[in-house]
C-alpha cells in the first residue's frame, strides 16, 4: 500500500513558502501604513505652509491702474468655477488669447468650499494667468468656514475701480440674504461719486433674479432678500446709471 504522508522535505518546503508569504504580507501592509503616513504628514505640512499670496485684487487694480485704456475695450464676466478643472483651464486659456479683453471678473463660487486646500488649487490655476483678474466671493466661499481665508488670499468683500469711462463696483451678497445696511450705504455713495462715468456696473455673485429655476412667488421675486431687490433695482435709476 502506498505510503501517502508527505515526507519531511515536502512539509519543510511547505513550511517555508508559509512564512514566505507571511512576510510578504507583512511588508505589504507596513509598506501600506509607511504610505498612508507620509501622505498624511505631507498633507499636513501642505495645509500649514503658507500660500504666499494675499490681497489678489488689490495686486490686479494696481494693474488695471497701470494700463492705458482706450474707448470701447473689453472685459470678460464669469463664474461659479467651483475649483473645475478642465473647464477653468481652457476657459482662462481662451481670455489669455484674447487680445481684445483687458482683464476678467470672476463673480463668486471660485472654489467648492472655503477650506484652505480649495482656495490653494484656484490660486494655483490662476497664478500665470497674464491678465488682470478680479474677484467676488460667493456662498461657496463661506463654507467651511473659509470668508477668513478669502479675506486674507483676495482682499476685502466689497471694493470699486475704474477703468477708461467706466465705474465698476463689487458687492459681497454671499450670505443669500442681501447686503448688510452699511454695505448698503458704501453702494449708494459710490454710485453718487460715480456719476461723471458713463458706464457704471454693479457686480455680486447671488443674482436679484435667477432663471434657472421657475419662479415660486410672483415673477421677478426669486431673490431672498425681497426689500433688497425692490430697492436695488431702482436705484441705479436714480444715481442716473448709464
Known sequence: MQNLRPCATQVSMRSR???????????????????ILLTAILSLLSYL?????????????KHIEG???KEPFTFAVFGDNKNSSKVFRGLLKKIASDKE??????????VFDGEKEK?????????????PLLTAIGNHELREGGRALYYRFFG????????????????DDANEVGLEPWEWDWMRQELEKAQSYKYRFVFFHVPLYDLRNPPKR??????????????VCPLPQRQKTG
Not at 476685502?156 to 458687492?171: D, E, K, M, N, R
Open 156 to 171: 476685502p468683500y466689497y471694493y470699486s475701480f475704474t477703468a477708461g469711462g467706466s465705474c465698476f463696483i463689487v458687492l
Open 49 to 61: 505652509t503658507p500660500l504666499g499670496v494675499q490681497y489678489w485684487n488689490y495686486k490686479a487694480l
Open 17 to 35: 513558502t508559509a512564512t514566505a508569504y507571511l512576510a510578504e504580507r507583512r511588508a505589504f501592509r507596513l509598506t501600506l501604513l509607511a504610505l
Open 119 to 131: 482656495f490653494r488649487y484656484f490660486l494655483n490655476q490662476i497664478k500665470g494667468f497674464p491678465k
Open 67 to 69: 494700463m492705458k485704456i
Open 218 to 231: 410672483k415673477s421677478g421675486e426669486q431673490h431672498s432678500d425681497l426689500a433688497g431687490q425692490q430697492n
Open 101 to 110: 479683453i483687458l482683464f476678467a471678473m470672476d463673480l463668486g463660487d471660485l
